[in-house]
């Protein structure tokens, strides 16, 4: 236990309640919180109107998809691999559903409100099922092929986006959906959303099981040192399959949510977004070489990014110099916390 | 059985050689032959490709003539398409009707089709020297963007003196469509409705659930916004789910573009005020009716140029046009 307390604050204090307390606290997210409020002061000096409830449901909304596909990023990273098939599972698990939802169960996009309830429930597993079978050819790709994870999930990529456009014919399939679940609880005083929520719930599971489990510290020991993780007796392969497994799963899971909230299910809907995940588990401190990162530091990397892109439009920046923007931002968040970790710790 | 066939083989073989010898021209001669056209589009994912394979394949099977579809599954780019034309012109096709995705890359193409005898004919985009092009089919795009400005006007009820801030989602600062139907949006303004102010532009980078992003921004910072103008199938896709998570359907006007069943079926629920679409399918048949006759005759009535104009179809137009229309998914 003292172990993983050990590895889990990178040596920080023996006791244990001390060293919960300064992972709360730990530097990482105090920098990151703290650029967050920075960048909400400057954006709402800029525009008024950017410090409201409606905002807030805003960047909230862009949140819930991509921190899907960025928690389960980071357990990937933290193993020491990349998963580029996070996007196009997005997509195609969106299609696959809505595809079910259409044909099988025979709705169309009439079907609305608490009818839609049970369509939504099976089209959620049917969702699931498609990004946890990707993660499973991911892994079993990198495992019993020894191809190295990019390779390995960029041709997954191409795959799932090939295969969603033929289901598709590469237009977006409409069913049965409930708009509710995607709007504000309150749009003048709750930007909480139930499906935002629910993305917040299971993120708090799946952190928790990252830093708290077993399965988390054989995570970040496979990543910091293969060899001496299967030294030490860590079955790597069926572990790292568990890890593309929970990443395709999160993508799926993804891909219903982006269902609900566009009301289709279209093979484009994920375009892009493992950059986005990318982003967020990079400005939220993860390291790409393996062994470092925190559930935390990705879920306000993603806040973060989604806070500047909302920021953005709100104060009227040309689209043309957005990516600029979000580029150069992305790179100052990184070399603070460059800097910030060669100062503050050891 | 074996001997007979050669036997017939060889008599048909002469025959035709003594029709030639007598003297038969050229594109006659062609036309005892098996006709096929080759179609090489941009990319096959892309729902308005869909729609041209379901006219291109009507048309081939009214003309009796031999489709050769083919095209990248996804990149709509030449360094894709290059080498595909090589490829289908290496299965020698009477003619070929190709969607240039640059107008110079694909020039060599069409003078090395020309060269082989092949008779070429450009749909959609053209490569810029149209002089050895037999014809060129397009749409309007500018065209489609004004009719998107007259569309959005009417659901505002404009009335000259009054303000409208409206907004415009686009895919990228480079897709070619999205520029000409912008232009035309733009010249429409200005000409008949200046009351109309375009607040902002936002790219959607083809994903529709950053359009919606964009269109939730947008209504944030602008709470009076009186019309969106969605100018692709993903905007438009985007908009549309925007609006209905905020409430809002109705109360701003969304002019979308391209027909996808799912966005059509939303002119009824009243979330769309117009689609407006374009009729790939009639640009494929048009391409190879005049490449048929081109090469059974030599020449074709069709135009050297043809603009086939946009549609807009709202909640008043005939289900027959509707169905027309609306892209079809192509099987």
């Known amino acids: 236990m003292t172990d993983s307390n050990q590895t889990a604050t990178k040596g920080g204090s023996q006791n244990p309640i001390l060293a919960r307390l300064s992972a709360l606290g730990n530097n990482q997210s105090t920098v990151l919180v703290g650029v967050m409020i920075l960048l909400i002061v400057v954006f709402s000096i800029l525009e008024p109107k950017f410090l409201s409830v409606a905002t807030a449901n805003n960047i909230l909304t862009d949140w819930g998809s991509v921190v899907l596909i960025a928690v389960g990023q980071t357990f990937v990273v933290i193993s020491g691999g990349i998963d580029l098939s996070v996007g196009a599972i997005v997509g195609l698990s969106g299609v696959v559903a809505a595809w079910t939802m259409a044909n099988v169960l025979g709705l169309d996009q009439s079907v609305k409100g608490s009818d839609a309830y049970g369509a939504l429930f099976v089209g959620t597993l049917v969702s699931v099922g498609v990004g946890l079978f990707v993660g499973l050819v991911n892994a079993f790709l990198i495992n019993k092929f020894k191809i190295v994870p990019f390779i390995a999930t960029l041709a997954t990529m191409g795959a799932c986006l090939g295969f969603s456009v033929i289901l598709s014919n590469g237009m977006p399939i409409g069913s049965a959906n409930d708009f509710a679940l995607i709007s504000a609880m309150a749009p003048k005083s709750n930007p909480l959303s139930w499906a935002v929520l629910v993305v917040a719930i299971v993120v708090t599971i799946v952190g928790l099981y990252l830093h708290k489990s077993r399965f988390g510290l054989y995570t970040y020991a496979i990543g910091s040192n293969t060899f001496a993780a299967r030294g030490a007796g860590i079955n790597v392969e069926r572990h790292i399959t568990k890890v593309y497994a929970l990443s395709g799963a999160l993508a799926g899971l993804a891909g219903i949510y982006v269902y609900v909230r566009l009301g289709a299910g279209s093979p484009s809907s994920g375009t892009g977004r493992e950059l986005d995940a990318i982003a967020a588990v990079v400005i939220g401190g993860a390291s790409l070489m393996g062994g470092i990162g925190r559930i935390m530091g990705t879920v306000l990397g993603a806040l973060i990014l989604f806070t500047v892109q909302s920021g953005l439009i709100m104060i009227g920046v040309a689209p043309d110099w957005k990516k600029v923007v979000v580029a150069v931002l992305i790179a100052a968040a990184v070399a603070a916390q460059t800097l910030q970790s060669k100062n503050g710790r050891k | ?331």
């Open chain 2, 1 to 331: 059985m074996k001997r007979s066939a050669r036997t017939a083989a060889a008599l048909g073989a002469m025959a035709a050689l003594a029709l030639t010898v007598a003297g038969c021209a050229p594109a006659e001669e062609a036309a005892q032959e098996e006709i096929s056209i080759a179609f090489v589009m941009g990319a096959e994912s892309d729902p308005f490709f869909q729609a041209m394979k379901l006219g291109a394949e009507e048309e081939a099977a009214a003309q009796g003539v031999t489709l050769i579809w083919q095209g990248d599954p996804s990149n709509y780019s030449p360094e894709t398409q290059i080498p595909i034309v090589d490829a289908v012109l290496a299965q020698q096709p009477s003619g070929l009707v190709l969607i240039p995705t640059d107008p110079k890359a694909l020039q060599a193409s069409v003078a090395k089709a020309v060269a082989a005898g092949i008779a070429v004919a450009n749909v959609d985009t053209r490569v810029d020297d149209l002089t050895d092009v037999v014809t060129f089919i397009t749409g309007d795009n500018k065209d489609g963007g004004a009719k998107a400005a007259e569309a959005l006007a009417a659901k505002i009820g404009y009335t000259d003196g009054k303000k409208y801030e409206v907004v415009i989602g686009l895919t990228s600062a480079t897709a070619t469509t999205n520029v000409a139907r912008l232009e035309g949006f733009k010249e429409a303004v200005a000409s008949t409705y200046p009351g109309i102010e375009i607040k902002d532009v936002a790219y959607s980078e083809s994903n529709p659930e950053k359009a919606a992003t964009n269109v939730n921004n947008w209504l944030t910072k602008y709470p009076n916004l009186a019309g969106i103008f969605a100018i692709d199938g993903t905007n438009a896709s985007g908009a549309a789910a925007a609006l209905e998570a905020k409430g809002l359907v109705g109360k701003v006007g969304l002019v979308g573009y391209d027909a996808y069943p799912d966005n059509v079926a939303k002119i009824k629920s009243g979330i769309f005020t117009a689609l407006i679409a374009q009729d790939p399918a009639a640009e494929a048949r048009l391409a190879i009716k005049a490449l048929v006759e081109y090469i059974k005759t030599g020449k074709t009535s069709v135009e050297k140029e043809v603009v086939i104009p946009n549609f807009a179809i709202t909640a008043e137009t005939s289900d027959a046009d509707v169905a027309k229309y609306t892209y079809v998914a192509g099987k």
